[in-house]
């Protein structure tokens, strides 16, 4: 069970957003999952931000994505 635990910081600067958009994804529940590690304390899964970059991709900006019809 030896997962990469990325900070709020370590995720954004992987996803190229700033920390603040994330915890708003993270409010909405529109972000990649992630491990609360204590009562203010959030992590991300390396593996987690991997799976929610390919839940985004898109072949046209038409494209409503997976499971939208």
Same mark, same amino acid.
Request: hydrophobic letters at 30%; glycine letters at 8%.
């Given at each position: 069970?030896? =997962? *990469?635990?990325?900070? *709020? %910081? !370590? %995720? %954004?600067? !992987?996803?190229?957003? /700033?920390?603040?958009?994330? !915890?708003?994804? @993270?409010?909405? $529940?529109? $972000? ?8 203010? *304390?959030?992590?991300?899964? %390396?593996? !987690?931000?991997?799976?929610?970059? =390919?839940? @985004?991709?898109? @072949? /046209? *900006? /038409?494209?409503? $994505?997976? $499971?939208?019809?």
């Amino acid at each position: 069970m030896a =997962q *990469t635990l990325l900070t *709020t %910081a !370590e %995720a %954004a600067k !992987e996803l190229n957003v /700033s920390q603040r958009t994330l !915890e708003t994804l @993270r409010y909405r $529940g529109d $972000g990649p999952r992630f491990v609360r590690v204590g009562r203010r *304390t959030v992590r991300y899964p %390396a593996d !987690e931000l991997d799976r929610y970059v =390919q839940t @985004r991709l898109r @072949r /046209s *900006t /038409s494209d409503p $994505g997976p $499971g939208i019809a």
